[in-house]
């Protein structure tokens, strides 16, 4: 499988990759339309979305959720789809096309090392979309506090971030090693 997908790891699948999933993480996050963060915190008094917060609790996870207007929900759910759609199939392709990218550069013989990585943004997937899952019920059955599945929903969303930075950590590290052996490359 990784041969494969090395076919594809090149600089410019990369770039595009990136340039997806930027799009689509800056659509959400930095301008006011039918499907944005911004408009949300703008309706909820201040208060984004639950798949940002670093931690919460059932207290902390229902003050948002009681906060939102219903036309924040409906966005809200907007979001979530867009999530699904775009976002995750864009930072899955992200992440393992820079593990393959950078690893063969890094370690070329170590496929198999380079192919365990491939299993965190796989994780980070899945644990997504059983947060964006249950916090569409949650949405739903907003006038029922489910506290224990509103606490799942955050350790969910709390394990899903520390493996999106583990990413990001990892990538940050391979580039910067990848800069250091090409420059000794050319000493």
Known sequence: MINKIQQYATGKNLLFAAAVFLSGYLFLNTLH???SI???KQLSGGHTILN???????????EYIESYTSEAVNIYKRVLIFDVIILIPAYVVF???????YGRKILPDKKRIISIFFILPIIAALLNLIEDGIIRFLLESQSYHLNKLMTIAGIITTSKLSIFAVCFFLITVCFIISLFQKERDYI
Do not use: Q
């Open 95 to 101: 992440f393992i096309l820079s593990f393959c990218y």
């Open 33 to 35: 339309h039918p499907v």
């Open 38 to 40: 911004l408009t949300i």
């Open 52 to 62: 940002l917060l670093p931690f919460y609790n059932a207290a902390i996870g229902y």
